[in-house]
């Protein structure tokens, strides 16, 4: 079981930055791909960004890619996404989310365990 809590997120104007981190419990957590959602009001939840467990492989949505990016500390058992200049439609709530399969996926259903979601809003 693994429990995800993420934290970081405000209030930007356009082409600033924030750093979210999702802090996990579990002592498997080092085990697990994980990846970051968002989903914007009226929207579906889609997909951000991929880790592999060792932190070696990561991947991400086109359209946040050179933007945005993922990392993961093994020894503070945290997740981050370190986000580069933000547009309005970045608008979301981000969530962290592991999962127990061993590839990389990019589709929710895929992830097993989810964060509560944390509010990054960008202003225009």
């Known amino acids: 079981q693994v429990q995800l809590v993420e934290s970081g997120g405000g209030l930007v104007q356009a082409g600033a930055s924030l750093r979210l981190s999702c802090a996990a419990s579990?002592?498997?957590?080092?085990?697990?791909?994980m990846g970051w959602f968002r989903q914007a009001p009226g929207k579906e939840r889609e997909f951000v960004a991929h880790i592999s467990t060792s932190g070696g492989v990561t991947y991400y949505a086109d359209s946040v890619k050179g933007r945005f990016t993922i990392s993961r500390d093994r020894a503070k058992n945290t997740v981050s996404l370190q986000m580069n200049k933000l547009k309005p439609e970045d608008t979301a709530v981000y969530y962290c989310a592991a999962t127990t399969r061993t590839s990389l996926v990019v589709t929710s259903s895929a992830y097993d365990y989810w964060g509560q979601g944390t509010q990054v809003t960008v202003s225009s």
């Open positions: 579990g002592r498997t957590f080092s085990t697990y791909p």
